[in-house]
């Protein structure tokens, strides 16, 4: 295996986002490309995260699967500069990483063995049923979810009246209100409430793209789109059923 990439602040980035849920993970690699999916050790979050080999500069490979510790790969990555590019190559049990820039830098990662289930984030997330969808301004959900970070430890997201609506209601509450010219929105209406402190670490994701896309119903899980230029990364996450006052 070998392969080549020009910019490795792709990879990193995605690798920051994945290590927020998890602190090892599979990487395959096969004729796609490279990607991850992961669970987070408590069942409630799941992560996808897929770079096409018309990305890399050089592709040569069959299909790996790569065990690695995140926090080790991404010390790695932080190593390249923005004129940076990076190989890496699989040797033995071993992953060698080669950042050239004024000089050629290797480094050399062990793999490890992962216990547990490999997941398959498309297989899971194709049996889900998701009738409502809103895209809308990566920006304004950000500050939506900041919003009811300020409030409370989880949100509501709503479609009601043709109206999005995100929102927290604690001793205190938060209200973003999008109508059908800030947001396209599509489905009846339909409630779920979903935990902010995942939330907040799924929305740095939307930091890399302009839209983001959000798929939900009733009291069911949520899967949240991100498509910046170059990768695809999506999450999927539990909702928090429970009696509001």
Do not use: W
């Not at 004729?31 to 592709?59: E, H, W």
């Not at 899971?124 to 500050?143: A, E, G, H, W, Y």
């Not at 902010?196 to 069911?220: M, P, Q, R, W």
């Amino acid at each position: 295996m070998l392969i080549k990439l020009e910019n490795p602040a792709l990879l990193l980035k995605a690798v920051e986002l994945v290590s927020e849920l998890v602190t090892e993970v599979r990487i395959r690699v096969n004729d796609y490309g490279l990607s991850m999916s992961a669970m987070d050790p408590a069942n409630v979050a799941m992560v996808g995260f897929k770079l096409p080999k018309t990305i890399f500069s050089q592709f040569e490979v069959g299909n790996e699967v790569l065990g690695v510790n995140l926090d080790n790969l991404k010390r790695v990555l932080k190593r390249c500069g923005p004129g940076s590019s990076l190989t890496i190559k699989k040797e033995d049990n071993l992953l060698e990483m080669d950042i050239q820039d004024r000089i050629k830098r290797v480094f050399s990662l062990r793999l490890i063995d992962i216990e547990g289930e490999e997941i398959d984030f498309d297989a899971k997330s194709s049996r889900m049923t998701f009738p409502c969808v809103v895209q809308l301004n990566s920006v304004d959900l950000i500050d939506a979810i900041e919003d009811c970070s300020v409030v409370d430890d989880a949100c509501s997201f709503i479609i009601k009246d043709g109206k999005f609506i995100i929102e927290a209601k604690g001793l205190n509450s938060s209200r973003a209100e999008f109508s059908g010219d800030e947001a396209t929105i599509q489905g009846e209406n339909c409630k779920s409430r979903y935990s902010l402190e995942y939330l907040s670490k799924f929305v740095k994701g939307a930091k890399l793209c302009e839209k983001t896309v959000i798929h939900f119903a009733n009291d069911h899980p949520l899967k949240i789109d991100f498509i910046p230029s170059g990768m695809q990364l999506n999450f999927v996450l539990a909702p928090r059923v429970e009696t509001e006052d």
